[in-house]
């Protein structure tokens, strides 16, 4: 096992994220004279943004299906092409500490999820950009754990990347505009989607555009994208009703149908409302989590809202660790196009006032905002616990229902989520609670009346991924070598050690 550090020859940054934030800090910092190392779980760049068909047979109107197409290829072929950047593809930083003398010290396995023969290596950079990004919030309800229940971003996934549609009959159902892309992309794999079903109420979506709307003016093509949206929805004649969502999937070993309900402002289920729609497939999101585990691990401040705070040069409360995208604010790709290349252009040694990034700053300022009214608009309200019932599963992967969780809850009257997970096993399964957490964190708050409980946070995950024993026998053996600057790479996955070069 091998460590990179710098060498006299530049600034050494390393990007953990190859999504639009990512892809964008790496530019910025090889463009600011950088040696930039970018760490990408997936075989691909892209992120979940750009999920596209592999390279060896991309489809002839990949541009058609992806917003920003033009924006992904400049970056990607900057990235992939560049002397100075060493682009590592199925590398998964599983833990994150901190050096004597200060530095973030990323622990890498490189190589396929399942392989036992990864490749482990350790980098100790200047400067740090963490872009991990977001994955979908899923709220339970009965029969969430069907087959045919999908995350709305799952369902996006299979039809950008391999054009295959989750169902034939598809319900989509949640909250915030992401449901109008994953329509989209079933239909366009061919679904037919029967429904979107957005959980807040009209008024409370008209009002967000409503107040100041110049403030807006800088995301002004968003309506484009919104047009596109609503033309899908006509031509392929899918209704989109507001303030109802699913509160029971039925099915003996598949979804057949799924029962949906009107909801108050507060999302709690008006009774007499029920009705049921035939389905083999639902797609449900009710926003994002961010993935903030290596920004707890380096000890970044998180914010009560739980992102990761930054400054005006994106950097976070440690020094050399800088933070954009999803983990910052809910914003799109717009917003993690800018602050990635804030971010990267300041951690390779620039400031936000500089000319360079004028357009950046004005941007990200734009789509911050932006990211706020999304929020306030779409945001999960607390009324969502009143569709549970007892045997609702709340944590999938030890199995534990609503019901016994709140028994145990009421019988220790302890409001610590600690002790919680540990006599009920709720967020104590093989995801770490990345699925559950939140929801057992809402939850136990909604029946004990304290929020802030005994302090403890499900995102904090020492071990990001699980690793074999031996990989992490593997860590004593590191010890921190310099290395010359890397040539350049294509789209397949490095050894997981720096090329070197005789430049």
């Not at 890498?108 to 350790?122: C, F, M, Q």
């Not at 679904?191 to 008209?206: D, I, P």
């Not at 994106?314 to 954009?324: D, E, I, L, N, W």
Request: hydrophobic residues 40%; glycine residues 10%.
């Amino acid at each position: 096992m091998t460590a990179q550090v710098a060498t006299p020859d530049g600034r050494h940054v390393v990007v953990v994220g190859g999504g639009p934030a990512g892809m964008a800090a790496v530019r910025a910092a090889l463009a600011a004279g950088a040696r930039v190392t970018l760490l990408e779980s997936s075989d691909a760049l892209g992120g979940q943004f750009w999920r596209h068909l592999p390279e060896e047979r991309a489809g002839a109107k990949e541009a058609k299906l992806h917003h920003n197409w033009d924006t992904y290829a400049s970056l990607r072929d900057a990235v992939l092409a560049h002397p100075r950047c060493d682009v590592r593809l199925e590398s998964q930083v599983w833990s994150l500490e901190t050096t004597a003398d200060g530095r973030p010290a990323l622990n890498v396995l490189t190589g396929p999820p399942d392989s036992v023969d990864r490749e482990p290596s350790r980098l100790e950079p200047d400067a740090l950009v963490l872009a991990t990004g977001a994955h979908d919030r899923t709220l339970p309800f009965p029969g969430w754990t069907l087959p045919g229940v999908f995350t709305a971003g799952a369902a996006q996934a299979f039809a950008k990347s391999e054009r295959i549609a989750v169902g034939k009959r598809v319900v989509v159902a949640g909250a915030g505009p992401f449901l109008l892309p994953v329509m989209s992309s079933l239909v366009a794999a061919r679904a037919r989607v029967v429904g979107v079903y957005e959980a807040n109420r009209l008024r409370n979506l008209r009002h967000w555009v409503a107040k100041a709307p110049w403030r807006m003016l800088g995301a002004a093509h968003k309506g484009g994208e919104l047009l596109e949206y609503v033309s899908a929805h006509v031509r392929h004649r899918v209704p989109y009703r507001t303030g109802h969502v699913v509160v029971a999937a039925h099915g003996t070993t598949h979804v057949e149908r799924v029962t949906l309900a009107k909801v108050d402002a507060k999302w709690a289920p008006i009774a007499g409302t029920e009705f049921d729609v035939e389905a083999d497939a639902v797609c449900v999101s009710h926003g994002f989590t961010p993935r903030i585990e290596l920004a707890i691990a380096a000890g970044c401040e998180i914010s009560p809202e739980r992102f990761v705070r930054v400054d005006a040069r994106q950097r976070t409360s440690v020094p050399g660790v800088y933070a954009a995208g999803e983990i910052t604010s809910i914003g799109g790709c717009d917003s993690a196009l800018a602050e990635g290349e804030i971010a990267g252009y300041c951690a390779a040694g620039g400031a936000p006032g500089d000319r360079a990034l004028r357009r950046a700053v004005r941007s990200r300022d734009t789509f911050v905002h932006f990211a706020d009214r999304l929020e306030a608009a779409h945001g999960i309200r607390r009324g969502w616990t009143a569709w549970l019932q007892r045997d609702t599963l709340l944590c999938r992967c030890e199995e534990t229902k609503v019901g016994t969780f709140t028994d145990a809850v009421r019988t220790t009257g302890a409001p610590g989520l600690r002790s919680t997970k540990l006599s009920t096993r709720a967020g104590l399964g093989i995801c770490q609670g990345r699925i559950c957490g939140r929801n057992v964190e809402a939850l136990l708050a909604d029946l004990t009346g304290s929020p802030e409980g005994d302090g403890a946070s499900t995102d904090r995950r020492p071990v990001v991924t699980p690793v074999r024993l031996g990989d992490l026998a593997s860590v004593g053996a590191c010890q921190p070598r310099a290395s010359a600057t890397p040539t350049p790479r294509d789209h397949q996955p490095t050894s997981g050690v720096a090329a070197e070069s005789e430049a």
